[in-house]
């Protein structure tokens, strides 16, 4: 709900309000964000009040004695004007360096969908405020979308060019929340391969705390999900705000805090190799944020994300959809297989009751390990010669559905593909270009790379009985030629495109996304993947630690975990199947140990975990999800609960010869 009155304008999630002022100088602010609100009467006495400058601040205009821009809790900042904070927005052109935005207008109208980037849909409304520059024809548009009984509001802003002269867009976030401290603690992720997600927390101090990525992808590096929990608040009570970036390339999110402890959140594209250039008429917008407040502690928030994001972000084909069990055969063969070893995994995994079975790489090309064929998509016929279709068929037979690992956006320089189109790959065409995991990245910024993308997935995708693919993209940009200014953007847009097309003409094929696991786990990329393949680190301890990452702030429906191999490859410890289930079960299962290894005791094992599983799908992957603490307390209970059906994970990490007693 969006009301406005006079200067003020109420934005109202189902629990939330937002409280945005114009002042008598005409600047934007934010005076309150807490509990739902529903008049706009007697509104005053929240506004902020500026009785004096404040020490050696800068008054911002004479108009208004004590205001300066550095106090003012600005949803949109530049310096110039006596704000200090890292701004917002950073223009610039050849007439002007210091920027001085003012409110023009504002509007309340239908949300809009964005033409290049994803965007929740289902808006209810969208509050949109102009703000003009004061001697130049230059605008920018705070854009707000409410959705009704949702705990969600999300934000993107324009820039609009009305000048002659060209303008430079350096940095625009996509939002900037200010806040009051409340002795906050800062939860962001960091993670690299085989160990994304982790979760770290700190008290928020003053500077500017930046979790970033400049790899290209969102990265495991921090994950664009991040959140402030007041210092009362516990995971079931009091004050948390969790926020998010819709996009899957360079973000750069921020705290920072001043000697005041007045608090700025920013939630932005990278700002680093981006420089955008608007001739007159021309417009730039930035991908969509959200953000949600909880007033009843870190799980309420995280439900209130997972609910959004599954009703409003993951394609709609999936919502609400249960997810088949799958079984890859990646961690029980890598490269090594051919036909006879495939259809026995096959007779194996129907014989447990697993619904799909998906083949992961090395079924095409060259590609015997990782160092040749990436890029050819034709089946390697000496490896199966009944080729896909065969496969598929066989699939069928057994009662399951099929699917097919690719990796797309990559090639091995050792592959037809490379021979062939050398130009495709991103360089700078200066240096030699630098390899990871043997292989070089398509540029997608590039259209006929798209098209390229969009016909291999699709024929290979239409070459058989294929009902799911797994996405990969197993290294990040180097040697890039950013002459424009907005290559990384473009890749993404690029990306997106040739995304929604495969989408168009496959709307019904389940798509997982992967990038060696999770480094490129983001709302840009469920909005095309209902799931996403959390991490090749399968050890059940540390994926206890994985899925407490994602869970906070995605739901469990697009997380997915397999029980992988008794001894874990990455971490070499050996759990018992029983452990590897408890920890998995809770999101989208699969399997992926070799199933010509196990005996008669645990193929039973198996098939009662999956009968289990089966039976409660629908709560472990649609349920309402809390988590009692974070692991490196040593244990932890999760819990999951739908229509009444309550089914809780309770971990721990050693065994204490003393415990005391504990109820769940
Ligand atoms: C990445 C993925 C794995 C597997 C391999 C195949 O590492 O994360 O799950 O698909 O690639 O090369």
């Known amino acids: 709900m969006i ?4 200067n003020h304008f109420l934005l109202s999630s189902k629990d939330t309000s937002l409280l945005i002022h114009v002042n008598e100088v005409k600047k934007v602010s934010l005076e309150y964000l807490g509990k739902r609100i529903d008049s706009l009467d007697y509104i005053d006495g929240v506004i902020r009040s500026y009785p004096y400058l404040q020490g050696s601040e800068i008054l911002y205009d004479k108009e208004k004695t004590g205001y300066s821009l550095n106090q003012a809790k600005l949803l949109f900042s530049t310096l110039g004007k006596g704000d200090f904070f890292s701004p917002s927005c950073l223009l610039k052109s050849d007439s002007l360096s210091v920027f001085d935005f003012c409110f023009d207008h504002a509007e309340i109208k239908t949300p809009e969908t964005l033409a290049s980037l994803p965007c929740p849909d289902g808006g209810e409304e969208e509050l949109v405020i102009t703000l003009k520059e004061k001697e130049k024809n230059i605008f920018v548009d705070l854009c707000f979308t409410t959705y009704q009984d949702e705990n969600v509001i999300s934000c993107f802003q324009r820039v609009r060019n009305e000048e002659k002269e060209a303008l430079i867009v350096n940095k625009l976030a996509s939002l900037q929340i200010p806040l009051i401290n409340e002795g906050y603690e800062l939860y962001s992720t960091y993670g690299c391969w085989s160990g994304e997600l982790s979760v770290q927390h700190e008290k928020v101090t003053r500077g500017k705390k930046v979790m970033e990525s400049l790899c290209g992808w969102s990265s495991a590096r921090h994950n664009p999900f991040f959140f402030l929990k007041s210092e009362n608040a516990t995971f079931d009570e009091g004050h948390v705000i969790g926020f998010n970036l819709m996009y899957s390339g360079n973000f750069e999110n921020s705290v920072e805090m001043d000697a005041f402890e007045n608090i700025r959140v920013q939630v932005s594209l990278s700002p680093f190799s981006f420089e955008k250039k608007l001739e ?10 959200l953000f949600s407040n909880s007033q009843k502690g870190v799980n309420k928030m995280s439900q209130d994300f997972h609910s959004f994001i ?45 619904e799909l079975f998906v083949l992961d790489d090395g079924w095409f090309g060259e590609r015997n390990d990782d160092t040749k064929g990436l890029g050819d998509w034709n089946v390697n016929e000496k490896k199966l010669p009944k080729g896909l279709k065969g496969l598929a068929e066989s699939a069928k037979k057994h009662g399951m559905q099929f699917g097919i690992w690719m990796e797309p956006e990559m090639v091995n320089p050792n592959s037809n593909l490379y021979q062939n189109h050398p130009d495709w790959v991103i360089q700078d ?53 950013n002459e424009d ?5 473009s890749y993404i847009e690029g990306l997106y495109s040739a995304l929604r097309r495969i989408r168009e003409r496959h709307p019904n094929v389940l798509m997982e996304n992967c990038a060696s696991g999770g480094n490129r786990f983001d709302l840009g990329m469920l909005s095309f993947f ?76 198996i098939k009662s975990q999956i009968e289990l599983y089966k039976k409660y799908r629908s709560v472990f992957q649609w349920g309402t999800f809390s988590q009692s603490n974070l692991l490196e307390n040593k244990e932890k209970q999760v819990q999951v609960e739908k229509d009444g059906v309550f089914l809780i994970g309770k971990y721990q990490t050693l065994q204490s010869a003393s415990p005391k007693e504990k109820h769940l």
Request: hydrophobic share 35%.
């Open 3 to 6: 009301l406005q009155k006079d």
């Open 280 to 289: 007159e008429h021309e417009c730039f917008i930035t991908p969509v944020a």
């Open 310 to 354: 599954n009703r409003h972000i993951i394609p709609k084909e999936f919502r609400g959809k249960d997810r088949p069990i799958a079984y890859n055969n990646w961690e029980a063969t890598n490269f090594d297989f051919n036909q006879g070893k495939i259809n026995s995994l096959i007779k194996k995994a129907s014989e447990l009751g697993i």
């Open 429 to 481: 065409s200066v240096h030699t270009l630098s390899e990871g995991r043997n292989q070089l990245v398509l540029n997608l910024a590039k259209k006929e790379v798209q098209d390229f993308v969009v016909e291999s997935v699709c024929s290979v995708l239409e070459s058989a009985d294929i009902s799911y693919l797994k996405w990969d993209c197993n290294r990040a940009i180097s040697d890039f030629k």
């Open 485 to 489: 200014g907005t290559f990384f953007f």
């Open 530 to 605: 209902p799931q996403s393949w959390q991490s090749d680190d399968t050890d059940s301890y540390q994926r206890t630690m994985i899925q407490e990452g994602g869970s906070l702030g995605y739901p469990l429906s697009t997380l997915s975990n397999h029980v992988a191999c008794k001894v874990s490859k990455t971490r070499l410890r050996n759990t018992s199947l029983d452990t590897k289930f408890d920890v998995a079960c809770f999101g989208v299962l699969g399997y992926e140990l070799d199933l010509d290894d196990l005996s008669k005791l645990e193929m039973k094992i």
